[in-house]
């Protein structure tokens, strides 16, 4: 059986472009070994921090490697099996994005009913966008009813969960975003409170002393750069920035990255940054996550949008559009039906 599959074929330095990717069709094993299962790939993720991983340098993961199928999250269906924990129909989520089918021996493969959510919501607001945007707003940020929480990238996949979440929670939400129909959304859908587009209002600092007259209490920053350097200035005493990402940095190299200058606000007004990975809360924090989203999306407290490019061979134009702006809600390539 033949199977499409994306590699990096070069690093991008700076901005990154299609000249890095190369579509490759490959053989794929189906008479299986004992254990085997055979997955058909039904939609995978193109998330942010691929980006940096694309750089040759010691991070928090290790580098991809060049020549080789990349890798992500995807979630697909058992299409044969040799393995009885994962009987042939089964939904699975797995690290294995980037490529059609695969062959897995059981290994790093999660188990995902489909009656229960449409397969997609486990790459989006139910899957680690999703735990991301709790662990940053609930578990450590505290957010409390009355906090004043502003979210950066707020039309995003992260962003637009973090919204969501701290509305459930009771907070007064502004958030900023690219483009005037993020805007509408966050307005009329995601209910914020607040929201201004960045790209007609560049002065951030501006903008939120603007919307919000009584300061920031949280700040869940995706953005990093200008945007934070703006919350810094307008944090309330005692404060908590989350730093979730700086995707305004990942395609920048040396002085083009241009740094934060006014972190003295930290000192003076008794702040916290607390930086997080959410790998590293997703064994603690899956069942409290579940059972938070189950009960705010039966309320009718969160909606989930996507953005969906069909077939394999545009995921690398999925993920270059997550530097400019082209997804509204969680960015996703449709790879396959579920028969
Ligand atoms: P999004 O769905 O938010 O997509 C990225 C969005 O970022 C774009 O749509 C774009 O929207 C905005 N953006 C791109 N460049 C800039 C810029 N220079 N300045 C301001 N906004 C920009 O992606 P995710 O929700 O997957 O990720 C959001 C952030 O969270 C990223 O920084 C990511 O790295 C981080 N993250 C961190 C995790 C962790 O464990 N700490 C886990 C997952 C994600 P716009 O039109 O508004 O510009």
Redesign the pocket.
Known sequence: MKSREIHLVKRPSGMLDASCFKLVENDVREALNEGEVLIKNLWMSV???MRPRMNDVKSYIPPFALNTVLDGGAVGVVIASRNPKYPVGTGVESMNGWREYFVGDGKGLGIRNFANAKPEAYLGLLG??GL?AYI?TKVLGKAQPGDRVYV????????SAACQIAKAIGCTVVG????SA?IDWLMREAGVDAAFN??DEPDYQTALQRLCPQGIDLYFD??G?L?LEAALAVMNRHGRILC?????D?NKTGAEQRGVKNLFHMISKGLTMT?????DYMDDYHKPFAADMGRWLAEGKLRAHETVYEGIEKAPEALIG??????????LVKLGELD
């Not at 930086?275 to 790998?279: H, N």
């Not at 997550?322 to 960015?331: D, H, S, V, Y």
């Open positions: 998330d942010p921090y680690m966008p991301t940053g950066s990238a707020a039309a995003g996949a992260v962003g900023s975003a690219g483009s993020k960045y790209r995706n953005v750069g945007a979730c990402g700086s995707i305004d990942y930086g997080f990975i959410v790998f997550l530097f400019t702006g082209a997804n509204m809600g969680k960015m």
